[in-house]
């Protein structure tokens, strides 16, 4: 196959529904205040699917949106992966579905991995490039939480929001796109935080809808605990496989899960807070969509420019964890 390529992100986008959820709207909803949410979380809002949307609607969304601004038609897509751990149905892959809707004709999967999903994909993607199989593959972090959320729970109830961002990536010329990746699993910790029912070691039953079974249960002070070690840990481990260093970075896009975890990552890198690109006081934890969302944001806002060197970084439901150094294409 000759020399290995490089492989980069030539355009983004994302979406999210048009229905918000204050903390206001909580207080009425659990028992809870807007102050300790903010304080807790640094949430102050979030996207709320109503009934009849799906994953795919958002993620078609943001697909049409990246493609648009790659200048690229579906038919130049040779691959489709979907991180989402909320698929429209268990079977057949969301991504399928995004792949027909958008008119596509390419192979398309989805791919499980929590939180840390989409950057999981995006180094499945930069496989495929580098090494040749495909020229151009769509990655989308897709996942609607408030679907699987438990309303009668306030520890979880008020974390999480839904949306989609999508991201085309193609070979680039070297030292352009994609640097290095970090990605790890600890499946000791898988207990921290699952869907309890719904799959083949707890099929759905009556009883167990009735115990809120088949809607996210978490451990929150485990899955806080970890997140707050494994986020500073995988962005220098990322850095050291690329020989850069903290003061190369220009932006971190980190899983926008709770304020006091980037926070944590802030003091363990010394880095000043304005390199850190933070939304999810309005969009709250949108899982798999979290990071290409949010770099959506700070690129459409010209947080993120051509040249600058950026670190994404997710931890989610496993326990697993993501990072990947990007020298910005666009």
Known sequence: MGEMRNAGIIGIGSAVPEKVLTNADLEKMIDTSDEWIRTMTGIRERRIAVDGEATSDFAIKAANMALQRAGLEPKDIDLIIVATVTGDMLLPATASIVQNAIGANCPAFDLAAGCSGWVYALAVANGFITSGMYDRVLVIGADLLTKVTNWTDRGTCILFGDGAGAAVVEPMEPGAGMLAFELGSDGSGASSL???????????????????????????????????????????????????????IDMVVPHQANMRVIESAVNRLGLPMEKFFVNLDRYGNTSGASIPLALDEATQAGRIKKGDTVVVVGFGAGLTWAAGVIKWAY
């Open 194 to 248: 699952t869907i309890p029912a719904g799959g083949t070691r707890q099929p759905v039953t009556h009883e167990n809808l009735d115990t809120h079974a088949n809607k996210v249960v978490m451990e929150g002070r485990e899955v806080f605990k970890f997140a707050v070690k494994i986020q500073g840990e995988a962005i220098e481990r990322v850095l050291a496989k690329c020989g850069l260093n903290t003061t190369d």
